[in-house]
């Protein structure tokens, strides 16, 4: 409850500036966005959770939304798409590249990752 009060999550805004905070805009992982409102807030909203699931949907089993082509499709969906996809993408291959691979923060374990002792 604490952060989401630091984030001023509750507050029914989505342009929040260091004006507002020093936290303002927030980034939530290293390498990520910066985000103007607290992005649990999107969660909340019903069109923007909405959208979301339409994006991963359209992604996952490479369709459009409505029948025909990329011309075929509403701008505002391909504008979005053209976003979203990409950024998609790259977090499922994120995923299983450190599934395979570890995160990199990991320390190596075994015999072959400590110092020989000098003699």
Known sequence: MAVQKIRRCRE??????????????????????LYGFCPG???????????????????EQKVLLVAGGIADQPG???KLLAWFAPRY?????TQKAQMVL???????????SQPTPKR
Do not use: Y
């Not at 993408?89 to 291959?93: D, I, K, L, T």
């Open 12 to 33: 029914d805004r989505w342009d929040f500036t260091a004006e507002d905070a020093q936290i303002f805009p927030i980034k939530i992982e290293d390498g990520g966005g």
């Open 41 to 59: 807030k999107v969660t909340r909203d019903q069109e923007s959770a909405f959208l979301f699931e339409l994006m991963t949907v359209a992604c």
């Open 76 to 78: 505002w969906f391909i």
């Open 89 to 93: 993408a790259m977090q499922n291959f």
């Open 102 to 112: 570890g995160k990199g923060d990991d320390k190596p374990k075994g015999k072959g």
